[in-house]
């Protein structure tokens, strides 16, 4: 475990805290005026390793070079030149900081540290990070990478979990949440179920690679869950004819992949951000990454448990209330965090995934986003 101090003057800024991987919806901007929770576990953090907020550069001043080298391959609206290496961590982990009100940002209902660094150390001044709770944004504290150092914590150690330690342990991710508006509709109503937001922005980090595994061919994927996420927008985006080529889903509790196919949806290491590699020659197949939570859930649901109103109910007896509200509509998959993962891969520079890109306008009024 890690504790990070002022780069300033060496004071505690934060709980001891445990590295996971970077959450996939880590980016995201969900609806409008909905309160997200917050972003990270608490006692955790994690790492985003590309440069982040201003200065920022329009995509017409960056060479094709220049962006190949920073690992973009597709045109996008402007590019940071800050500095890499934001740490992200729960804002309940911060410690001897205090809030700078004048970098509040282009906030709605909170503050979005639009402005760069809006918390300053208790005992020097520097800022040091940037708290983020703006309606439709994950609430957060990125610390800022030139500002902050890492340091051991003291007794304290981290333990790797095994793939096998995880399914057995680690719960999956529900597909369903109950959303709240910070402010009502015209209806008066300001609470209701939906889509879960990381569903959906894990959705648009695997739709990249299924895209680009596809080689413009048409795809399938298993029915059920997977096919509600998936089939619509692969097809809608790839085209009709040809044989299609089977993706399937794999992992550590599964048995081993249909030799036929060669593209599996994998979980990713929630700890080390590690995609989960198949044994023998399907180890040569495009591993399409999902959220370890994201994958338990699709291939493991969990049933039903509503809490009981008082006392304990034995294990496998489920009671009789009525099930959790679906939402109305069919999944829609994260535009923003599906552009941020196609313009990453290589394969974003063949023309009609150049194409797909150039048309997300009209892809998110068809509903596929």
């Known amino acids: 475990m890690f504790v990070f101090v002022c780069a300033g003057c060496g004071a505690e800024l934060t709980a001891p805290l445990s590295q996971v991987a970077l959450p996939a919806h880590a980016r995201q901007k969900y609806g ?52 890499p290496g934001a740490i992200v961590i729960a804002p309940g982990d911060t410690r001897n900081t205090v809030l700078l009100p004048e970098k509040r940002g282009g906030a709605c209902c909170g503050i979005d540290g639009a402005d760069g660094p809006n918390m300053a150390c208790m005992s020097c001044g520097l800022p040091v990070a940037s708290r983020v709770d703006d309606c439709s ?14 340091l051991p914590a003291e007794g304290t150690e981290d333990t790797l979990l095994s793939w096998t330690e995880l399914v057995d342990n680690e719960k999956g991710t529900p597909p369903f949440a109950p959303m709240t508006m910070v402010w009502g509709s ?16 894990a959705a648009g980090h695997a739709l990249a690679h299924l895209l680009a595994a596809s080689q413009g061919r048409p795809v399938t994927v298993p029915g059920g869950l997977t096919a509600q996420v998936f089939q619509r927008a692969l097809d809608a985006l790839l085209p009709a004819g040809g044989p299609k080529r089977p993706a399937v889903v794999a992992g550590p509790d599964l048995p081993v992949a249909d030799e036929d196919a060669d593209i599996l949806l994998v979980p990713v290491h929630p700890q080390t951000g590690e995609t989960w590699r198949p044994p023998g020659s399907a180890a040569s197949a495009y591993r399409v990454p999902l959220p370890f939570g994201v994958w338990r859930w699709m291939i493991h649901p969990e049933p039903h448990l509503p809490t009981p109103a008082s006392g304990g109910m034995p294990d496998g007896v489920l009671r009789d209330d009525p099930p959790e509200p679906r939402p109305d509509q069919l999944f829609r998959v994260d535009s923003e965090t599906f552009q941020h993962t196609l313009v990453r891969l290589p394969a974003a520079r063949a023309p009609w995934l150049r194409q797909i890109l150039e048309n997300l306008t009209q892809h998110m009024q068809a509903g596929i986003f």
């Open 137 to 150: 944004l994950w609430q957060a504290v990125w610390l800022a990478p030139d500002a902050v150092r890492r």
């Open 186 to 201: 015209r209806l008066g109503l300001n609470n209701f179920w939906s889509w879960s937001p990381q569903w959906e922005a």
């Open 32 to 83: 409008n005026s909905i309160q997200l929770p917050a972003l990270m576990e608490p006692g955790t953090f994690a790492v985003a390793p590309e440069p982040s907020g201003p200065p920022w550069r329009r995509w017409e001043e960056i060479t094709p070079d220049e962006a190949a080298a920073r690992g973009i391959y597709a045109p996008v609206y402007a590019l940071s030149d800050g500095a």
